[in-house]
């Protein structure tokens, strides 16, 4: 190892399989896909890049001067797969507009997704964009983005079934509750630091390492972490993991099912949890 040396950017994280939150934007934050023949131009590429080979994509949105995607790569480094992207609409653009200058500002930012529970809440912090910018009022407003993919339940540029399956088996279900959670306000995750924090890397813990300590609600977001803190007491908690239909759990397991939710579990986990279907879980929410 090099001694007094300044360290340089770590190694980004990469294997088959791996799931990241993508963020890149315009040279000095230049409004790049201003104009809706830039948007479509965006999105040609990716298909491209995609049809070529070796990711899934989950989602994105595309904004003013800068765009977002959950892609989940297959035969094809990260790296690859962006300069695809990057390259050809840089060219694409310098030459719709007669320019010759940086179109994008330094290294895309890629955020590896270690945990699936993650994903949730990570998809509609994506979808939100638009929102948070007061361009719209609601998130299915937003034309550019992959929600009318999930709403429309259609297959296509968007690999939807992967998160909609979290949601529940029955595809009817699953619809009802990706929309539910989409227009949902609840603050689920902060959005700051795990998804454009600087330092972050990486949502999630790797090999059994400790999550960045990052302004957490709690300390305990396991499901049994969340469910004592909804139950009165260790008696109910157990007897609510045993599966107890006592009347006077009732007002718990709705708490519990809230705050798991909010934390980004999945309907099957939460209710696996506490012994009861993903179905059940749905009517609880209900």
């Given amino acids: 190892m090099l001694t007094g040396a300044v360290m340089g950017r770590k190694p980004r994280v990469e294997f088959k399989g791996a799931i990241y ?3 890149k934007r315009g040279n000095n934050r230049e409004y790049i896909f201003q104009e809706r023949e830039d948007k479509e131009c965006l999105l040609r590429y990716i298909e491209y890049a995609k049809e070529d080979g070796g990711f899934n994509l989950l ?3 595309i904004m003013d001067n800068h765009y977002h995607l959950m892609i989940q790569t297959t035969n094809k480094p990260l ?3 962006m300069q695809t992207i990057n ?3 840089s060219k694409d653009y310098n030459k719709r507009h007669n320019r010759s200058d940086h179109v994008f500002g330094g290294r895309y930012k890629g955020i590896l997704v270690q945990d699936d ?3 949730f809440s990570l998809l509609r912090y994506i979808h939100n964009n638009p929102v948070r910018a007061k361009i719209c009022q609601n998130i299915s407003q937003y034309k550019w983005s992959s929600d009318h993919y999930y709403r429309k339940d259609t297959n296509g540029l968007v690999s939807i079934d992967k998160i909609l399956n979290m949601f529940s088996d029955d595809r009817k279900i699953a619809l009802e509750e990706y929309a539910r959670f989409m227009d949902g ?3 689920m995750i902060s959005q700051n630091a795990y998804y454009e924090y600087e330092a972050v890397d990486m949502i999630g813990s790797l090999d059994g390492e400790d999550e960045p300590t990052l302004n957490l609600e709690y300390e305990d977001n396991t499901l049994d972490g969340i469910l004592r803190r ?3 007491n260790e008696e109910d908690f157990h007897r609510i993991k045993a599966g107890s239909r006592q009347r006077s759990l009732k007002a718990y397991k709705i708490s519990y099912v809230k705050a798991a939710v909010e934390h980004g579990y999945t309907y099957k986990e939460i209710g696996k949890n506490i012994g009861v279907t993903a179905e059940a879980v749905n009517r609880i929410v209900q």
Avoid: C
């Fill in 117 to 119: 529970k993650y994903l």
């Fill in 185 to 187: 306000n609840e603050l």
């Fill in 59 to 61: 989602g994105y949105v």
């Fill in 230 to 232: 909804m139950a009165a």
């Fill in 79 to 81: 790296q690859k797969i």
């Fill in 87 to 89: 390259n050809r609409y």
């Fill in 21 to 23: 939150h993508v963020i």
